[in-house]
């Protein structure tokens, strides 16, 4: 490759690995919007969702060493896959809010976001006991098409798709949120949790809903990951659902827009600073980025600085 075919590579790699931090993103991006909570569990239930596809995966007769899905038996067992984990997920995330976050809803301080740390940790320490220490190999079920773009850079069928699936769950969400009856429901919420329970909203319910919306699109970003780089172990959460954190928060936390963009941006400064400068430079370059984003902008590239709640 030369020096263009390298970079034009790097930037097709990192649209595709920023649009599966725009996945997890957009969850934290949801739940803060309407309650305002930094929810760290996140990074561990979309780490529960490997976990979750690779033993449905299993339950199917799908390894592996098992040969490859072809044709409409493909379709199905992505699709099987898919409603699975974000249905197991989903209700991971109102388990979470049910038992651990609803009782200290009126609870001021840090003490909400300390608890979803502390729900990281059992979920990190359930999945290793459960499947081991050792990283697991995950089916490869999406085909290895190619096709070239300028010289010897190429884009994968699995670039496409990924990049295709983020692009519609943004549309998706941003028209159930700006053009829906729970949209409207989950901005009243979020701007004044009070007066829209005394305008008859279920101010429960649109969090729980806020809350399952949220973690399924974690368990999609986890099959994403688990089908593009073939692998999955308790130890994935952390970095992966850090960087989309910093996507989060890089594009305007509570912006469904923003969590794209931020996703996008973390990308390709970890695929072309990987390349270009280094890979142990990539957390450098992507929180320096961060840091001086936050400086000039502290709302985020396309977070809206909202008046403070008394």
């Known amino acids: 490759m030369n020096g263009l075919d390298v970079v034009l590579q790097q930037v097709v790699n990192g649209l595709a690995l920023g649009m599966m931090y725009a996945l997890l993103a957009l969850g934290f991006t949801m739940v803060?919007?309407?309650?305002?909570?930094?929810?760290?569990?996140?990074?561990?239930?979309?780490?529960?969702?490997?976990?979750?596809?690779?033993?449905?995966?299993?339950?199917?007769?799908?390894?592996?060493?098992?040969?490859?899905?072809?044709?409409l038996v493909l379709v199905a067992t992505l699709i099987a896959l898919f409603v699975v984990t974000m249905l197991v997920t989903g209700l991971l995330g109102v388990l979470i809010e049910r038992l651990c976050l609803r009782p200290l809803r009126n609870v001021s301080g840090t003490a909400p976001m300390i608890t979803t740390i502390g729900v990281a940790?059992?979920?990190?320490?359930?999945?290793l006991l459960t499947f081991g220490p050792q990283?697991?190999?995950?089916?490869?079920?999406?085909?290895?098409?190619?096709?070239?773009?300028?010289?010897?850079?190429?884009?994968?069928f699995k670039q496409l798709v990924l990049f295709a699936v983020g692009l519609?769950?943004?549309?998706?969400?941003?028209?159930?949120?700006?053009?829906?009856?729970?949209?409207?429901?989950?901005?009243?919420?979020?701007?004044?949790?009070?007066?829209?329970?005394?305008?008859?909203i279920d101010v429960d319910r649109v969090v729980v809903l806020t809350f399952f919306l949220g973690s399924a699109l974690a368990g999609a970003g986890s099959l994403f990951f688990g089908l593009y780089y073939g692998f999955t172990g308790y130890y994935i959460?952390?970095?992966?659902?850090?960087?989309?954190?910093?996507?989060?928060?890089?594009?305007?936390?509570?912006?469904?827009?923003?969590?794209?963009?931020?996703?996008?941006?973390?990308?390709l400064t970890q695929s072309l600073g990987g390349?270009?400068?280094?890979?142990?430079?990539?957390?450098?370059?992507?929180?320096?980025?961060?840091?001086?984003?936050?400086?000039?902008?502290?709302?985020?590239?396309?977070?809206?600085?909202?008046?403070?709640?008394?």
């Open 32 to 71: 803060y919007g309407i309650i305002e909570l930094i929810n760290f569990s996140h990074f561990s239930v979309f780490m529960t969702g490997t976990f979750v596809g690779l033993t449905v995966l299993n339950l199917m007769g799908v390894t592996a060493v098992s040969r490859s899905l072809t044709g």
């Open 121 to 127: 940790f059992i979920l990190i320490n359930l999945m």
């Open 135 to 156: 990283a697991q190999r995950f089916p490869s079920l999406l085909p290895n098409w190619r096709w070239p773009l300028m010289g010897t850079a190429e884009i994968t």
């Open 168 to 200: 519609v769950l943004m549309i998706v969400l941003s028209h159930l949120v700006k053009r829906t009856t729970l949209g409207k429901a989950m901005r009243a919420t979020a701007q004044d949790a009070d007066a829209a329970r005394m305008m008859g």
């Open 237 to 267: 959460g952390y970095t992966t659902g850090l960087r989309a954190f910093t996507s989060a928060v890089l594009g305007g936390i509570g912006s469904i827009p923003g969590a794209v963009l931020g996703g996008l941006c973390i990308g």
């Open 275 to 310: 390349q270009l400068i280094g890979v142990k430079w990539t957390d450098v370059m992507i929180f320096s980025i961060l840091i001086f984003v936050m400086v000039l902008r502290p709302s985020g590239l396309l977070g809206v600085r909202a008046p403070q709640k008394a």
